[in-house]
């Protein structure tokens, strides 16, 4: 089960293209040169298969099936899926009608490397990335266009207005790089924001010294009171004071790279891990 079976015709407009829905959060691409540019932000190194999330009508999937990999789509909309079908039989079987954020990955893939890519639907995206760090063991690489804002969230560094949460959780196990800037000219329909496209490559040793599921508390309770020393933001581990006492608690969230993230969360680990 799971695989797209023809339903007949969808209900497309006169031209035979898919309408964008807006509860989906589709804006579909409609620039070949910005679908191709995306397609080669990919590597496609120590891995051969690729898993593009919110095809649409595969303006980037025709791009990716230039390239010597095994690619799958993953569609929620069953219109788009018709016409992926219809459109691009080389596909096959590898049309998944999920939501990709309900997804078992292993029914799929198992336990093979893959990557992803996508358009991603601005209404998901941040839990989309939250998902692949669920999944950083089986993603080395992860490229694809976001809200110009969350792809700078995402790639921003210490001290800058947009370092948050996702910059230093998704930076403690990849490399974040914003690649490019897009219009909404080339969208239909065009959204109200610029968009942003970024590559994620996986760090060689992206295992954490210190407790992961710890390193996400710390990172996430110090950002909930970003104005604040983490100090005073931390409160709630109820950490004893000659460790409160510690310079690093006299910064605040922004103030810290991932690394320093890190090394807060060894220092608190002795007395926090158990109150988890």
């Given at each position: 089960?799971?695989k797209?079976?023809k339903?007949g015709?969808?209900?497309?407009s006169?031209d035979?293209?898919?309408r964008?829905?807006?509860?989906?959060?589709?804006?579909?691409?409609?620039?070949?040169?910005?679908?191709?540019?995306?397609?080669?932000?990919l590597?496609?190194?120590?891995?051969?298969k690729v898993?593009e999330?919110?095809?649409g009508?595969g303006?980037?999937t025709?791009?990716?099936?230039?390239q010597?990999?095994?690619?799958?789509?993953?569609?929620i909309d069953?219109e788009?899926?018709?016409y992926?079908?219809e459109?691009y039989?080389q596909?096959?079987?590898?049309?998944?009608?999920?939501d990709f954020?309900?997804y078992?990955?292993?029914?799929t893939?198992?336990?093979e490397?893959?990557a992803i890519?996508?358009?991603?639907?601005?209404n998901i995206?941040?839990?989309i990335?939250?998902?692949v760090?669920?999944?950083?063991h089986?993603?080395?690489?992860?490229s694809?266009?976001?809200?110009k804002?969350v792809?700078e969230?995402?790639c921003?560094?210490?001290g800058?207005?947009?370092y948050?949460i996702?910059?230093?959780?998704?930076?403690?196990?990849f490399?974040?790089e914003?690649?490019?800037?897009v219009?909404p000219?080339?969208?239909?329909?065009?959204?109200?924001?610029e968009s942003?496209v970024?590559?994620?490559i996986?760090k060689e040793?992206?295992?954490?010294?210190?407790?992961?599921?710890?390193f996400?508390r710390v990172?996430?309770t110090?950002?909930?009171?970003?104005?604040?020393t983490?100090?005073?933001s931390?409160k709630?581990?109820?950490?004893?004071?000659?460790?409160r006492?510690?310079?690093?608690?006299d910064?605040?969230?922004?103030?810290l790279g991932?690394?320093e993230?890190?090394?807060l969360?060894?220092?608190?680990?002795?007395y926090?891990?158990?109150n988890?």
């Open positions: 089960m799971g797209y079976k339903r015709k969808p209900s497309q006169e035979g293209e898919v964008a829905k807006k509860h989906l959060g589709q804006h579909f691409l409609t620039d070949e040169s910005v679908a191709e540019q995306i397609a080669d932000t590597s496609y190194k120590g891995y051969n898993l999330i919110g095809p009508m303006v980037l025709k791009y990716l099936l230039k010597d990999a095994e690619v799958h789509v993953i569609e069953t788009s899926v018709a992926l079908q459109h039989p596909l096959e079987d590898r049309i998944h009608q999920f954020l309900k078992d990955v292993g029914t893939f198992r336990d490397a893959f890519i996508g358009n991603f639907p601005y995206s941040t839990q990335v939250f998902k760090l669920e999944l950083k089986q993603i080395p690489e992860f694809g266009m976001f809200q804002e792809a969230r995402i921003g560094k210490e800058n207005k947009t948050g996702l910059s230093v959780l998704v930076q403690a196990f490399e974040a914003y690649l490019f800037t219009p000219s080339v969208f239909n329909p065009p959204p109200k924001v942003g970024l590559r994620l996986r040793d992206f295992s954490l010294p210190c407790d992961e599921k710890l996400f990172v996430k110090a950002f909930q009171q970003r104005r604040k983490l100090r005073n931390l709630t581990f109820d950490l004893p004071d000659n460790l006492e510690d310079p690093i608690f910064k605040r969230p922004e103030q991932y690394q993230f890190i090394d969360t060894l220092k608190i680990q002795p926090a891990v158990s988890q």
